[in-house]
C-alpha cells in the first residue's frame, strides 16, 4: 500500500515531504485549505491527489479521506503534519482566542486526521497501515513565549503514545517526528534572529528541510512489524541540548 495522505501539503514541511514521496513513487493525497498551493506541490504529478479541504472541519476530513481510499482502494498512511503558530509572548500576554484558535488546528485538526485515517485502517483488508504525527523539539522543551505552542506538542505526544497502544490489535503503527529549526519559507526569520531564553536575540542554525523529507520517507517506508516510535531531526548546533 504506498500511499500516504499529507495534511499541511501546501507549504514547507508539507510540500517537501509530498514531493519526496512522489519521487518515490507514493500515490501522495495533499491535504490542505488552499487548492492553488496543492496545485504548485503537485506540479501536475499524476501520482498526486489535491484535496482541499480544513483539518478542522470534521465533515470535510472524511471526505476527502474517502475520496482518496475510493480512488487507491486501500490508505497506507498518514503525515498528520499541518500545524500553526503563534508569535513569541509571555503567558499572561496570550489571549483565549489565541489559545483556542491554535489548539483547534495543532491538536483537534490533528484527533480528526488520525481518527479518519485509524478508521479507514482499522476496517480496510488487509488491515493495518501507518499513523505519523509531526511533533515539534517543542514536545520535550519550551521555547520563550510558546505555552499554547508547546502545549499542542506534549498533548501530541501523549496522542501518538495512545494511537500506539489502541492501534496494535489493528495493525496500525503509529510514529512521531520531532522536528527542529527545518528551514522552510515560514521559517526562515529565525536566520534574522529570534528571541531566547535569556532575553537575547540571536541567530540559531538550521538544517535543509529536505532531511525532514527523508526521514518521513524512512520512516513510511517500514514493514508494519517495524516502527519508528519517537524520531528527532535537527540542526546539531541549534539552542536545545544542554544550556546553548
Known amino acids: 500500500m504506498k500511499n500516504i495522505i499529507i495534511t499541511g501539503a501546501g507549504s514547507g514541511i508539507g510540500r517537501a515531504t509530498a514531493r519526496a514521496f512522489l519521487d518515490a513513487g ?3 493525497g495533499l491535504v490542505g485549505r488552499r487548492a492553488d498551493a496543492l496545485a504548485e506541490t503537485a506540479d501536475a504529478n499524476p501520482a498526486a491527489l489535491v484535496l482541499p479541504c480544513d483539518v478542522t472541519q470534521e465533515q470535510q476530513v472524511e471526505d476527502a479521506f474517502a475520496a482518496a481510499v475510493g480512488e487507491w482502494g486501500n490508505l497506507g498512511a498518514l503525515f498528520n503534519n499541518a500545524g500553526a503558530s503563534l508569535p513569541g509572548k509571555l503567558f499572561n500576554e496570550i489571549t483565549l482566542d489565541e489559545w483556542r484558535n491554535l489548539m483547534e488546528v495543532n491538536l483537534t485538526g490533528s484527533f480528526i486526521c488520525a481518527r479518519a485515517a485509524f478508521s479507514i485502517m482499522r476496517n480496510q483488508d488487509p488491515q493495518g497501515g501507518r499513523i505519523i504525527n509531526n511533533g515539534s523539539v517543542s514536545a520535550h ?3 520563550w513565549g510558546s ?3 508547546t502545549s499542542s506538542k506534549h498533548a501530541i505526544t501523549g496522542m501518538t503514545r495512545s494511537i500506539s497502544l489502541d492501534g496494535r490489535a489493528f495493525k496500525i503503527a503509529c510514529g512521531q517526528i520531532d522536528i ?3 528551514l522552510t519559507e515560514l521559517s526562515r526569520r529565525m536566520t534574522k534572529g529570534v528571541p531566547q531564553a535569556d532575553g537575547s536575540i ?4 538550521m538544517m535543509d528541510v529536505a532531511h525532514i523529507a ?3 520517507l524512512h520512516m513510511a517506508s517500514l514493514p508494519l512489524d517495524a516502527n519508528v516510535q519517537f524520531m528527532t531531526v535537527m540542526a546539531p548546533a541549534m539552542p536545545y541540548i544542554g544550556r546553548g
Open 202 to 205: 540571536a541567530v540559531e542554525p
Open 26 to 28: 507514493w500515490n501522495v
Open 141 to 143: 522543551v519550551p521555547r
Open 147 to 149: 505555552a499554547p505552542y
Open 180 to 182: 527542529g529549526n527545518a
Open 214 to 216: 527523508s526521514s518521513v
